[in-house]
């Protein structure tokens, strides 16, 4: 099976360039030139390195978060799924959801394992997302777009000759933005949570997070999605300084 799977995605990967190639049209995922929060940028990985270092870090973080899971979120489906995404121009990406069982998948791109550029990135970017779940974060963040939606909705229609259009409009607004209300927030958990993860299974989080900091800095913007990327390094280090990290 690990064979199989290695020449798939690698047949896929060989097909794949060097970063600066890849159609980057989410911010999150678009890659700038290093910002001077992160080392020199790492050499390219041959298609072939990239499945090897993507299998081998599944093996050594997966059964780590796990046990961070139970640890943490005892009454909470555990049992990560991994799975590759092979979408025709699907940008380097990863990210968690649930399966229709309730079981937590944890998706990765294949451009994303061709542009990962060690395995000290792809353990933190494996343990990033395994935090989200054992977080909540999918759950407290309907919970939040819920709330948002009724409150925006009922303001809405509280308003003089609001019709069922205006309300429509506003509990899609309200939901919106009660789901990006803690999301800077959530990012900076799954970067402490993460950085616990990835140390415990052996990895470096400091080189590891690099990759995350090579992206454009979002700065603090209203309704943005992510923090800071000064408070996502401040975050990094302070946990992974609990590790002997430096």
């Known amino acids: 099976m690990k064979r199989i799977l290695v020449a798939s995605v690698c047949a896929v990967l060989a097909a794949c360039t060097a970063p600066q190639s890849v159609d980057n049209t989410q911010p999150q995922t678009k890659v700038a030139q290093p910002n001077t929060n992160v080392r020199p940028l790492p050499p390219v990985v041959t298609p072939r390195a990239a499945v090897e270092n993507f299998l081998s870090v599944i093996a050594a973080v ?8 139970r640890a943490r979120a ?24 649930l399966d229709d069982t309730g079981r937590p998948v944890i998706a990765f791109t294949v451009p994303l394992i061709a542009e990962v550029r060690n395995r000290d990135e792809m353990a933190f970017i494996l343990s990033h997302e395994a935090a989200h779940h054992i977080e909540g ?23 003089n000759g ?14 919106a933005l009660g789901a990006r209300t803690y999301s800077k927030d959530f990012e900076l958990e799954a970067d402490a949570l993460g950085t ?35 408070d996502r390094v401040a975050v990094v280090r302070r946990t992974a300084a609990q590790f002997g990290f430096q």
């Open 62 to 69: 997966e059964p780590v978060a796990e046990a961070e899971c």
């Open 74 to 97: 005892p009454d909470v489906n555990c049992d990560f799924r991994i799975d590759i995404v092979d979408a025709p121009g699907a940008p380097p990406n990863a990210f968690q959801t």
């Open 162 to 175: 609001a019709n069922s259009d205006a309300v429509e409009a506003a509990q899609q607004f309200g939901a």
């Open 196 to 230: 616990v993860i990835a140390a415990r299974a052996g990895f470096n989080p400091l080189r590891g997070a690099d990759f995350f900091f090579r992206i454009p800095d979002p700065g603090n913007s209203f309704l943005g999605t992510h923090p800071a990327n000064a």
């Open 137 to 159: 974060h999918l759950a407290r963040q309907q919970q939040n777009a819920t709330l948002g939606a009724a409150v925006f909705g009922q303001l809405a229609g509280a308003l």
